[in-house]
């Protein structure tokens, strides 16, 4: 977890492309996109849609998933859901998918073609206890490197503490004019 929070932060690239050669719009250049974690400041905390709020030891049993958004624009992004339902009545159940947090933006002209890794990633566990979860990325060449999670807590958290951040893995993304 550590290790997360020293990455670079923001929604740029280690190098920009150079330019895009003699060809035009055939041709493209090769971006390095450095590991961020996402979101950058805190986690993404979905509503709670269900339940009193407290989880109250009862896991919650968590999904969450990750889609590297926006191949063919200019702008890279994370969308990232996630359900944490409670194994006992009243079955508390936080919800929700983000809005997409945006880790690249591409030259004025130029569109992102392709990555190197795969654009999605997901995760399933049950919550045992009030620390913060950590998990390498579960999906071979996805994006992701890396989870961490706040389940259960020691007071009523469902909408207000429950939620996921993630890191990713630097990876090159193909940019060519669009």
Request: charged fraction near 15%; glycine fraction near 12%.
């Amino acid at each position: 977890m550590t290790a997360m929070l020293g990455l670079s932060m923001a929604p740029s690239a280690i190098a920009a492309p150079g330019p895009a050669g003699e060809g035009g719009a055939g041709t493209f250049a090769s971006v390095v996109i450095a590991a961020k974690r996402v979101p950058v400041d805190n986690r993404f905390i979905p509503p709670r849609v269900g339940g009193d709020a407290e989880f109250n030891g009862h896991g919650p049993d968590v999904f969450a998933s990750a889609t590297l958004v926006g191949i063919g624009s200019n702008r890279l992004g994370v969308r990232i859901f996630m359900d944490a339902i409670e194994t006992t009545p009243d079955f508390t159940r936080a919800r929700g998918t983000s809005p997409d947090f945006l880790i690249y933006v591409a030259p004025a002209g130029h569109c992102v073609l392709s990555v190197s890794r795969g654009g999605y990633e997901e995760i399933r566990y049950r919550d045992t206890d009030h620390a913060v979860d950590a998990f390498a990325g579960q999906v071979t060449d996805s994006f992701v490197s890396g989870w961490s999670f706040v389940g259960d807590t020691n007071s009523s958290e469902a909408g207000t503490r429950t939620g996921v951040a993630l890191t990713t893995f630097s990876f090159v993304a193909n940019v060519q004019p669009c």
